[in-house]
């Protein structure tokens, strides 16, 4: 079945350190592959996505690549800030009759001033 | 404009009570899914809709464990004889369309605490 791994953290960084967490992902098909982060206090949101290999997802300075030769979709900024302070979560969507999104457990990050 | 709404945002009940999740999907979406974010289990699918129809419910942790749509917009999710392990915060979501390329729009969640 379809499965997401991700770097579990938690991640503690300097303001404007380089961020990276890594994602790496199994499924059937051709999935679309997203990042959604997670405020404190607050829900869900999709951060990037990207529904082809080789596209880059890009949104608030954070990218990320799909590659299919190495199955990854790693999270990338080179200068996190302390507004970037939350929960990333990596997921991906099968696409077929298979619609719902399969997550990574999280990576919580903290931004130190 | 307005987005995904889940109602109540906290939810305590005792052991063995039953209890109901209600989901305000953005206006015009056809498909709603329902998830469960959990401690020990991170973000779980438990069901989705297109229209008023789940044509899978396999997600679903138990046969304790309902939803149901009505008019292509309002959604319950019924938990009956609600045990400690239930307790996790319930997500819904909404897309324009079940196609996987469509971003899921979520609401803010309803935390559960079974006591």
Redesign the interface.
């Known amino acids: 079945g379809d499965s997401v791994t991700q770097m579990e953290g938690p991640v503690t960084l300097s303001e404007e350190a380089c961020l990276t967490i890594n994602c790496t992902y199994t499924a059937t098909g051709y ?2 592959l997203f990042w ?1 982060v997670q405020y404190p206090g ?5 951060l990037l ?1 990207a ?1 082809k290999a080789d596209d880059k997802g890009s949104n608030k300075g954070f990218e990320a690549t799909y590659r299919k030769e190495t199955t990854s979709f790693h999270l990338e900024k080179g200068s996190v800030q302390v507004s970037d302070s939350a929960v990333y ?1 990596c ?1 991906l ?4 009759s ?9 990576t919580l990050l903290t931004v130190n001033p | 404009g307005a987005g995904v709404s889940q109602s109540p945002s906290n939810k305590v009940t005792e052991k063995g009570k039953d209890v109901e999740l209600r989901c305000d999907p953005i206006s015009g979406h056809t498909a709603l899914y329902w998830y469960r974010q959990s401690l020990g289990q991170g973000l779980e699918f438990l069901i989705y809709f297109q229209g008023n129809s789940a044509p899978d419910k396999s997600g679903l942790p138990s046969d304790r464990f309902s939803a149901e749509r009505t008019g292509g917009s309002v959604s319950t999710l019924t938990i009956q004889r609600t045990q400690q392990e239930d307790s996790a915060v319930y997500l819904c979501a909404s897309s324009f369309d079940l196609a996987g390329g469509y971003e899921q729009y979520f609401g803010p969640g309803t935390r559960l605490t079974v006591t």
């Open positions: 999935p679309s959604y607050e829900g869900l949101q999709l996505k529904t979560f997921a969507n099968s696409g077929g298979n619609y719902k999104l399969t997550f990574g457990k999280g």
